[in-house]
């Protein structure tokens, strides 16, 4: 088979014609999805606090623990090789933490409560 | 190659036939007139179904997947900015649809080695002009969907490379060594297939 056989093959198949009733088949979709409500967008006005205080949280837990850290890290000689897990146990027990789990569990409260409406619960 | 309209299923960029009433009918179904868009639908109707078919080679799927593209471009007919024809946004959408349905769920295809293009009218021993056209046909729809795609839009559909690229949402240079490996392949194994095939028909 030469390239223009080929090529004179590959160019020339006969069309399809549509089925009678595609025209209003496809109209009758459009008009099902015309119809329908558009869907809930997502909330941002309501979860915009929510997600802010999430953030500020976050960068506050974690400024905390670094500052906590590095307090450990020279209030010690250590006559012991400290681990990398004594800073983090020693912020765990300590009265900030409070503080900071309390603005976590805030924090989760108000996500759940900005996303209420997109799961459709009452 | 077939002259291009979009009357006989073929897309062609130059013609600019419909690009005016597509246009209107377009800014009617925005300011809320839904019924304009089936003028949209009677002028495309043809070229979406033929594009779906030489994807997936079957009337029924092509039919389907057609809808579901007249389905999508009114969803998102806000989104057509007016720089390329609105040919060109809907074939696009369409084409990303078919190859994105494709992968879904693929067409029954064998590959191009296993092929079995006996056809059960040759009855005389020999390949007639037809039965070597579908099986050149079925070759192509037997190739790896990258070069089967480019070759599609190109040959089945009468784009030039330019359209198919934008199609296809790739360069151009890449459209056109895709066509290039694809007739490479078909040239390869088609003397192969052909020849196979008229053994068996002799037996």
Known sequence: MREDDLEHVLSNEEDLLPSSGFTASVMDAVRRDASLSPSIPFPWKRALPGLIVAGLALMWVFVGIVELALKAGEAQPAPVQPTVLDPILRAMISPQMGWIALVLLSTIAFVRLALRPVSGKS | MQPCSPGNGRICEGARVSASEDQADVEKVLEGDISAFEAIV??????????????????????????EAFLRAFRALANWRKEAAFSTWLFRLATNLYRSELRRIPARTVSIADMDLRD??????????EDQNRA????????????????????FHGMDIEAAARSLGLPEGTVKARLSRGRAILRGKLPQILTAQRLTEAR
Request: hydrophobic letters at 40%; a positive charge; charged letters at 30%.
């Open chain 2, 136 to 155: 050149v046909r079925r070759a192509v729809f037997a190739l790896p969907s990258k070069y089967r795609e480019a070759l599609i839009l190109f040959y």
């Open chain 2, 120 to 129: 059960p009218r040759a009855s005389d021993g020999g390949l007639e002009q």
């Open chain 2, 42 to 67: 009677r002028r495309w109707q043809g070229p979406l179904i033929n594009l779906a078919y030489r994807f997936c080679r079957d009337r029924g799927r092509a039919e389907e997947m057609a809808q």
